[in-house]
């Protein structure tokens, strides 16, 4: 059973940074995709951003050029930067994770992490 552990969140303007971090309990950046969703009440989880167990990175196009998903392996921490952020970007975010694939919808994640707050004011 893989435990995820999120931070980082909280309230900035509109143009502000971020970064949220997510640190598992076991050593899966090897063997598994992760990644981060977010979630607006009364609306679908939409998947942010994900890298999977060779580096490579996928983004929703609503975030391309200002988000950058990243893992330091040594430190055994997902990241997520987050500039230029926008009063749409408020949301839920949470960490996910699924074993090798990073395709598919969010019920095909197995791990989850407790979400972290991100609010932007205009």
């Known amino acids: 059973q893989v435990q995820l552990a999120e931070s980082g969140g909280g309230s900035v303007p509109t143009g502000g940074s971020l970064r949220l971090s997510c640190a598992p309990s076991?050593?899966?950046?090897?063997?598994?995709?992760v990644g981060w969703f977010r979630q607006v009440p009364g609306k679908e989880r939409e998947g942010v951003a994900f890298?999977?167990?060779?580096?490579?990175?996928t983004y929703v196009d609503s975030v391309k050029g200002r988000f950058t998903i990243s893992k330091d392996i040594p430190k055994n921490t997902l990241y997520l930067q987050m500039n230029s952020l926008k009063p749409e970007d408020t949301a839920m975010y949470y960490c996910?994770?699924?074993?090798?694939?990073?395709?598919?919808?969010?019920?095909?994640?197995?791990?989850w992490g407790q979400g972290t707050q991100v609010t932007v004011s205009s």
């Open positions: 076991g050593y899966i950046f090897s063997t598994y995709c």
């Open positions: 890298i999977d167990a060779r580096g490579r990175t």
């Open positions: 996910a994770a699924r074993y090798q694939s990073c395709s598919g919808p969010s019920s095909a994640y197995n791990y």
